[in-house]
């Protein structure tokens, strides 16, 4: 019980800024611009509300515990909710097709950190973080790497603020770029939020901005497909840097628990339950009807996108400005080019797969 207190009032936080957010969208496209729908999402306005109350107002220790688990839990359980809207056939077609566009992107982010490396004094540790972060899975994959290759705790702090301001600015700008570029095309925006953004979360909010501005719920379900892929990658790239950092050091005692992304398997099975529903009670085979059965998907999913945004609004409360504005200019430089080319390949690899039709 005494946890579960201590959880709660950063919880609360987090979903009163959920709720104000998309109050705020409400009003914004209907009483203001008199749009049908807001031009601001309500997962843009809880980011930002969450970054304003995050660095400009005090709250105190007493929330960091439960926006901590906002972030981490509960955006989890949303992802593994997030799963039965997505049959296994979606899984097996978006994810065949996203593993060669990965691997060309994470070989590209390593060759692009490595050539920038050379020309700047920044530490192994430090250039190592900042490959692993861009490449798989952002903030994740540094925490998983960090102890792997015994970095220390301003190299973390400096690697993760990197990710994170870059990320975001993915997070909040890709899906209006990826719309415009690939014109509306589903698959390919999917296909780019899940490799040029950096952390699962704002792989997830990008997705969940683009399906509320553009009411296209695909978008979502292939980035979350093709960001769940690459980050199964750890399992291969965290002892191939422990081997190249130091081929001495044994790699044994980092578990694959430690290191693999475990709701992943929550979200697979919850593909599995949706494709057996489909079956079964579309057949009525069973005694839930049709009808009770897509009910039910529409009722996990309501819950699936209400975890995530109250996740989204933990993640603004996260951001802390004044270590972003603190950073060096020379990891910096290294972020950016690894940002701007796992954005540049990634785009123009999906263009080139569409041209030779492994993307439909």
Same mark, same amino acid.
């Given at each position: 019980m005494p946890r579960i207190y201590a959880l709660l009032p950063g919880i609360l936080l987090s979903t009163l800024i959920y709720l104000l957010a998309d109050l705020l969208s409400n009003f914004v496209g209907k009483e203001i611009l008199f749009y049908e729908k807001s031009?601001? !999402? =309500?997962?843009?306005?809880?980011?930002?509300?969450? *970054?304003?109350?995050?660095?400009?107002?005090k709250i105190g220790e007493i929330f960091t515990k439960g926006i901590n688990f906002s972030l981490k839990i509960i955006l989890r359980l949303g992802i593994i909710l997030l799963g039965i809207r997505i049959g296994l056939t979606e899984v097996f077609t978006y994810g065949s097709v996203s593993i060669p566009l990965i691997i060309i992107c994470i070989i590209t982010v390593l060759l692009a950190v490595r050539f920038t490396v050379k020309y700047l004094k920044i530490s192994t540790e430090m250039s190592y973080l900042i490959a692993i972060g861009t490449s798989i899975?952002?903030? !994740? &994959?540094?925490?998983?790497?960090?102890?792997? /290759?015994?970095?220390?705790?301003?190299?973390? =702090?400096?690697?993760? &603020?990197? *990710?994170? /301001?870059?990320?975001?600015?993915?997070?909040?700008?890709?899906?209006?770029? &990826?719309? !415009?570029?690939?014109?509306?095309?589903?698959s390919y925006i999917g296909l780019f939020l899940g490799t040029a953004i950096h952390d699962t979360a704002q792989v997830i909010a990008s997705g969940l901005i683009y399906e509320q501005q553009f009411s296209n719920t695909k978008v979502l379900e292939i980035s979350t497909i093709t960001k769940l892929v690459r980050n199964t990658f750890l399992l291969v790239m965290i002892p191939l840097f422990a081997y190249f950092y130091n081929r001495e050091q044994s790699v044994g005692k980092h578990s694959i628990?430690?290191?693999?992304?475990?709701?992943?398997?929550?979200?697979?099975?919850?593909?599995?339950i949706r494709t057996i529903g489909d079956e079964i009670f579309s057949a009525q085979k069973l005694f839930i009807d049709a009808s009770t059965w897509k009910q039910t998907i529409a009722l996990i999913k309501d819950f699936s996108g209400i975890f995530l945004s109250i996740a989204m609004a933990a993640l603004g409360l996260s951001i802390n400005i004044k270590e972003l504005k603190d950073m060096g200019y020379k990891p910096f430089i290294v972020g950016f080019t &690894?940002?701007?080319?796992?954005?540049?390949? !990634?785009? /123009?690899? /999906?263009?080139?797969?569409?041209?030779?039709n492994l993307i439909h």
């Open positions: 031009p601001i !999402s =309500t997962v843009l306005f809880a980011i930002l509300i969450g *970054i304003v109350v995050g660095n400009f107002i899975c952002g903030v !994740s &994959a540094i925490v998983a790497m960090a102890p792997v /290759i015994n970095a220390k705790k301003g190299e973390i =702090t400096y690697a993760i &603020a990197n *990710i994170t /301001i870059f990320g975001m600015f993915g997070m909040l700008f890709y899906p209006y770029l &990826a719309n !415009s570029i690939f014109n509306g095309e589903e628990k430690g290191i693999f992304p475990l709701f992943v398997i929550g979200f697979l099975l919850m593909v599995i &690894a940002a701007t080319v796992v954005g540049l390949i !990634s785009l /123009i690899t /999906i263009t080139t797969f569409s041209k030779i």
